[in-house]
């Protein structure tokens, strides 16, 4: 969902979809300041032993904004990204972020792995992209 979709996350599931209270629970205590960040959001998916997306179900349906992508690509203030183009792009780098594509699109997760394979910030590989005119696509929270 975009900025301007802002309180109507929910609307992305069913009507009667309620958040499991432990998970909204633990939501609330993260995000305490009534954002969270999308860092706050995964150490709360690690704690409860859950998939990151169940807790991106959660944070919608409570409708709490997620901030600060740990990719850069959103929630560092109105239309604004955390990151900007790489100057350059390594041929390896380019290599493995054109050989993972899905659909002409870098998933959330392959831009994690790949930035643990070459021992990169997460940051790096969405500048990367930004440069290649890649889009990451599927977020592990179901944000994107």
């Known amino acids: 969902m975009t900025h301007q979709d802002r309180g109507g996350y929910s ?3 069913g009507p009667g979809q309620k958040p499991a209270p432990s998970i909204a629970e633990a939501v609330k205590e993260a995000g305490g300041s009534g954002k969270i960040s999308c860092a706050d959001a995964f150490k709360t998916a690690r704690k409860l032993k859950i998939q990151a997306r169940e807790v991106g179900v959660t944070i919608d349906l409570l409708e709490i904004p997620i901030i600060q992508c740990q990719l850069g690509l959103f929630g560092y203030g109105p239309g604004r990204k955390g990151i900007k183009a790489a100057e350059t792009v390594s041929p390896t780098l380019k290599s493995a972020i054109e050989g993972a594509l899905v659909k002409e699109k870098l998933p959330c997760a392959t831009a994690w792995e790949i930035a643990k394979k070459f021992k990169l910030p997460k940051k790096e590989v969405a500048s990367a992209c ?5 889009k990451i696509s599927s977020c592990q929270l179901g944000t994107f």
């Open 11 to 13: 609307k992305k599931y």
């Open 130 to 134: 930004e440069t290649l005119k890649i």
